[in-house]
């Protein structure tokens, strides 16, 4: 059952940055767009489960911080090699400066 | 020997499995601290100091050959072609490597347009070479994982030497071209090229093998060496400083260490090798975040080195440290340059007797 759990504050995260969330044991990283629009990924990146929230933020893109991996944020797509496999993404929402994200 | 050397070097071989087996790959590696600020400042990512070093590479290389070129009816024009010969045979492995990061430029195609000419220059295909860089990165000096360890235990002294001029070097990617051409992937590369990556290799190797034959057609029916001399012959003619620079990172320090500052040297160098190494001697740090641009490395190296063991202050000390080493082990493969790290430094995480360095076999005999 889907359900909708606070991840952190609005000004948490800055913009074009990310932080990471953890919840029930898992990993996410949630991500603010310049124009304030919040994200939400899988917390590891696919390659070799680097944690993504120590990457770079850079034009809707995260690059990881291991092996310079890059994924479009916005739709989890793996934009090259060595990262072959998308992140999986989350819905959020924002309600009283606080970011939700949808959890299955 | 030669064959239980490379038997333990092998990532197809038992020590391979065995690394595996023993937690050292993909392991958790070590990282000094870095405020959260500071480091997303460090890795900010702009173009400007990448455009000016290319164009000053590739221009000096222009005007270098075309020098040459005017003079090449007199040993004048030597000079003027042994310069090009560095600039495309040795500087062109560090824009392989940076822009292969990534990080060099901001602009992605501009990163990726100048590690295709840098990866045809120093010739290693770029896709097969980014998956090899890439397990380098993961497993950096893990007997039995990492594809780019130069100086084994013992060394191959005669390729290392013969490299210098590139005389093992280019026959292999030579012969690896051939055999992309037909479709096919040596032992080792299967082991780190994922199946979808491959076409890639096979239509690089082809189009590279249509330019070096055109070049060859070119100076047997003009009678001259020239176009030879001023493609594909600068990687035998041009490599050694590649290697003098290469032999620094690693040679003679601790293997299946999982920490950089033990496994990795920084030295300190001139401008101009600086310039044609593009930074990469500050190499514990580059190591240690490889998402920081060449050209921020110095302040990364200023931000870290109390945690790190000394830089080396020079190339001629790092060398005075690694023959000797390397020179050791050729009898004794339990010996290695064991890096101190200053007082206030973290330690090294969880020492045993499989990850201190030595690299003991980790299969009986
Ligand atoms: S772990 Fe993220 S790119 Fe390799």
Known sequence: MPQWIPACATDDVDPEDVIPFEHAGESYAVYRSPDDVYYATAGHCSHERELLCDGLVMGGVIECPKHNGRFDYTSGKAMGAPVLVDLRTYPTKVEGGTVYIELA | ?365
């Not at chain 2, 070096?212 to 012959?233: D, E, K, Q, R, T």
């Not at chain 2, 001139?270 to 500050?282: I, K, W």
Request: charged share 20%.
């Open chain 2, 1 to 365: 020997m030669g064959r239980e050397r490379l038997e333990r070097y092998s990532l197809v071989g038992p020590d391979s499995r065995a690394a595996v087996d023993a937690g050292l790959a993909s392991a958790d590696w070590y990282r000094s601290a870095v405020p959260r600020k500071r480091m997303k400042e460090l890795m900010r990512r702009c173009d400007g100091p990448a455009v000016r070093d290319t164009a000053l590479w590739l221009g000096l290389m222009i005007v270098l050959a075309g020098v040459g070129i005017l003079l090449r009816d007199s040993w004048w024009c030597v000079p003027f072609f042994a310069a090009y010969g560095v600039l495309y045979g040795s500087a062109s492995d560090s824009r392989w490597h940076e822009c292969g990061h990534g990080t060099a430029f901001r602009t992605r195609w501009m990163d990726e347009a100048v590690y295709r000419i840098a990866s045809f220059m120093v010739m290693r295909d770029p896709t097969a070479s980014r998956w090899s860089h890439t397990r380098h990165h993961t497993d950096t000096l893990v007997v039995g994982r990492d594809p780019e360890i130069q100086a084994m235990r013992p060394a191959r002294l005669a390729k290392l030497l013969a490299n210098f001029v590139g005389l093992v070097d280019v026959p292999v990617a030579m012969r690896l071209m051939v055999l992309h051409v037909g479709g096919r992937l040596s032992a080792e590369e299967a082991d780190y090229v994922p199946e979808s990556e491959r076409p890639k290799v096979f239509r690089t190797a082809r189009i590279w093998f249509a330019i070096y034959a055109v070049v060859i057609a070119s100076a047997v029916v003009s009678g001259s060496w020239l176009p030879v001399v001023l493609v594909g012959g600068p990687a035998l003619y041009g490599r050694y400083m590649l290697y003098v620079y290469g032999l620094t990172q690693h040679s003679g320090l601790g293997e299946n260490v999982v920490d950089h500052r033990l496994n990795t040297r920084t030295v300190r160098m001139n401008a101009v090798n600086r310039f044609l190494y593009s930074n990469m001697n500050y190499h514990v740090e580059h190591h240690m975040f490889p998402m920081v641009p060449y050209h921020r490395l110095p302040e990364l190296h200023e931000e870290i080195k109390g945690d790190l063991a000394p830089a080396y202050p020079s190339i001629w000390a790092a060398y005075r440290e690694l023959v000797p080493a390397v020179l050791r082990q050729l009898k004794d493969q339990s010996y290695y340059v064991r890096r101190e790290l200053p007082p206030g430094a973290r330690p090294f995480h969880e020492p045993s007797t499989v990850n201190d360095g030595r690299a003991l076999p980790l299969i009986p005999a």
